[in-house]
């Protein structure tokens, strides 16, 4: 924190000196020492009131910083970049002229960040309370959103302004909440997505459609009304931008809720294998589905059925008309064998599980809907490892070298994924947006805010494209990152959170364990675990690394083997090679680097003298090279 000093104190000492210079004579020379003595005892006593009056003035200012917190955003924690007290200078690195955001002042929450670490990579840096909110802060918050508002109007502090603050004031302290007028909704709902920092889409912001269900108090009701959310965004094909919003929070006990994290998704079935049929992102909501009574095909693309849950009550779950959702087959321009492999996905994305939190008010149940950025399923949702992983079928059915990396198979296979998912829905009409396009309209949405708004807040992490990022204008342009409200939010699974009605008020008996008996407990199970591993043949597998991949095969070998042997893993370098000859199974998982030179980990001078008199035991070498090396 910058402090106002009265000057270098070094600096002062030296001016003193020269002036104490200057006032010694010849007739005073032979007493220079005894005035010099004195006048650097003066000198120190004036330093220390210079240090003590320093150290008052900074106390002050801190004191005078932390008034200033307690009535606007706190700058002792969090970001320290976005919470500074002044614009922030945002370069653009291809040379395009600097903008300075100001709008980072007005942001309401603390991120996770500090003086010490960034936490920006973090998935969810915000998610909402269960908690309804205390009433001071629902005071706060209506009042810097109708600040918004009537600002927005031109007719701040009007008397309508304060009429309607007064208004609000009265039923907050009445009853601790109070009702938004349509056009308030409306208006707290289109800004919500104008600061929703990920969205790369939001130049469409003001378009945005609000659907004001809040008189929808039943799970049938709030199916129906989903339906036509659906019918509305998809119009055929030519996608529509719409928010369906249900009833608010109230006591945290009858909250709305719709279960599904998008209102059209994918089920997932794991196998007894452990592998995974359909969307594995959605295997645990898919099991949820499934105890609820659900009948399901088990088949790759199976949509998912709606669940909802009203007023705090138990949720109902429903299944989608079949004409109701559209959906596109993936066919490619170039290769006839793409529209075999079977792909395709739905039309429209609609995000469900988030929050909107609009004026201190909590809508736990809103459905949000746009269009599809073509890499959004074709680099995310088919490719990612996590998801459908198609990536090496693809590289494969391209009869492209898959042994190594360098022949940048996955770079080219995800171009022609991402090229089928935008020719198949180009072919049907339907409205998809390339990364490129979508980059341009950012920027120019970014343009436009940082005149209008002096800043706009954007994840730089999810703005840039999942492909060829470096090619695209968001990746040059610097942005920064802050929490405004209104907003979308994270909330917790409501699955996981929901209090069945069975449960409710029922005090289940608890059998408590002291310590001893499950110390007992965890011996007799390690016990017979051992029993069975003694059984078995031992096997111990070795590896040598430096970049990681020889570790990776040699974990996959472990739970390979691991079905029959009793299998143990070591580093090579952590080994102890004396217990070499008592080994019934040895396998070593090594691999060169560099020029052909072994690893750093697997260079043992203890191994190299047991390979020159030990080799005769050995039954099978397994070889993983690299075309690189001649």
């Known amino acids: 924190m910058p402090s106002t000093t009265l000057g270098n104190n070094d600096d002062l000492a030296l001016v003193i000196d020269e002036e104490l210079a200057l006032q010694l004579t010849e007739s005073q020379a032979e007493k220079g020492e005894d005035v010099l003595a004195n006048r650097l005892e003066d000198i120190s006593e004036h330093l220390k009131q210079i240090n003590q009056l320093n150290q008052f003035m900074q106390l002050t200012e801190e004191l005078n910083e932390h008034k200033k917190n307690e009535a606007g955003p706190s700058t002792s924690r969090g970001c320290p970049i976005t919470h500074m007290q002044r614009p922030i200078r945002l370069k653009n690195i291809e040379g395009k002229p600097e903008v300075y955001d100001k709008l980072h002042l007005k942001a309401q929450e603390n991120?996770?960040?500090?003086?010490?670490?960034?936490?920006?990579?973090?998935?969810?840096?915000?998610?909402?309370?269960?908690?309804?909110?205390?009433?001071?802060?629902?005071?706060?918050?209506?009042k810097d959103f109708l600040e918004q508002y009537f600002t927005s109007m031109k007719k701040a502090s009007s008397p309508r302004h304060e009429a309607r603050w007064n208004e609000v004031q009265r039923s907050i302290e009445a009853t601790g909440e109070y009702q938004l007028t349509e056009a308030e909704l409306t208006f707290g709902a289109k800004a919500a997505w104008r600061n929703a920092s990920r969205c790369?889409?939001?130049?469409?912001?003001?378009?945005?459609?609000?659907?004001?269900?809040?008189?929808?108090?039943?799970?049938?009701?709030?199916?129906?009304?989903?339906?036509?959310?659906?019918?509305?965004?998809?119009?055929?094909?030519?996608?529509?931008?719409?928010?369906?919003?249900?009833?608010?929070?109230?006591?945290?006990l009858h909250d709305y809720r719709i279960w599904n994290s998008q209102l059209i998704s994918y089920a997932g079935y794991r196998q007894s294998d452990g592998t995974i049929v359909g969307d594995p992102i959605n295997v645990e909501f898919t099991d949820v589905c499934l105890k609820m009574g659900w009948k399901s095909k088990g088949t790759e693309w199976d949509i998912l059925p709606l669940i909802v849950s009203a007023n705090g009550q138990d949720p109902e779950l429903f299944e989608y008309p079949s004409d109701l959702i559209l959906e596109v087959p993936f066919s490619h321009p170039k290769y006839e064998w793409f529209a075999e492999l079977g792909l395709r996905w739905y039309a429209l994305p609609a995000v469900s599980s988030m929050m909107f939190d609009v004026g201190g008010i909590q809508f736990t149940a809103t459905a949000f809907s746009g269009w599809y950025m073509s890499t959004e399923i074709g680099c995310r949702n088919l490719c990612d490892t996590n998801r459908r992983n198609i990536l090496e079928t693809v590289a494969n059915k391209m009869e492209l070298d898959t042994r190594t990396t360098s022949s940048l198979w996955k770079d080219k296979a995800l171009v022609e994924v991402n090229l089928a998912v935008l020719h198949s829905f180009q072919t049907r009409n339907i409205t998809i947006l390339d990364h490129h396009t979508a980059s341009e309209n950012f920027m120019k949405h970014f343009e436009n805010e940082s005149k209008i708004r002096n800043g706009c807040p954007a994840d730089w992490i999810w703005i840039v494209p999942p492909l060829s990022g470096s090619v695209t204008p968001v990746y040059h342009q610097e942005f920064s990152l802050y929490y405004l409200r209104p907003s979308f939010d994270y909330q917790h699974p409501a699955w996981k959170v929901h209090v069945w009605e069975k449960e409710r008020g029922e005090i289940k008996p608890r059998r408590k364990f002291n310590f001893k008996q499950i110390a007992r407990a965890v011996i007799f199970t390690s016990i017979l675990y051992t029993r069975a591993l003694s059984k078995r043949i031992k096997a111990t597998i070795l590896y040598a690394t430096e970049t990681g991949k020889s570790e990776i095969?040699?974990?996959?070998?472990?739970?390979?083997?691991?079905?029959?042997?009793?299998?143990?893993?070591?580093?090579m370098a952590d080994y102890d090679i004396s217990k070499i000859e008592h080994e019934s199974l040895l396998l070593v998982v090594a691999s060169t680097f560099g020029n052909g030179d072994p690893p750093e980990n697997g260079e043992s001078r203890a191994l190299s003298r047991y390979r020159k008199t030990h080799t005769t035991g050995v039954r099978c070498i397994l070889c993983l090279f690299n075309a690189n090396y001649k």
């Open 553 to 571: 095969y040699a974990k996959q070998l472990t739970e390979l083997m691991g079905h029959a042997f009793h299998t143990q893993t070591y580093c």
């Open 200 to 252: 790369i889409g939001r130049i469409q912001w003001s378009k945005l459609k609000v659907f004001d269900c809040r008189h929808v108090t039943t799970t049938r009701g709030m199916f129906e009304v989903l339906c036509n959310h659906i019918k509305y965004g998809t119009n055929k094909g030519n996608i529509r931008s719409a928010i369906t919003i249900f009833p608010q929070r109230t006591d945290g």
């Open 111 to 142: 991120l996770s960040c500090n003086n010490s670490k960034c936490m920006s990579s973090v998935m969810g840096f915000y998610t909402a309370s269960l908690e309804p909110r205390p009433q001071q802060d629902v005071l706060d918050q209506a």
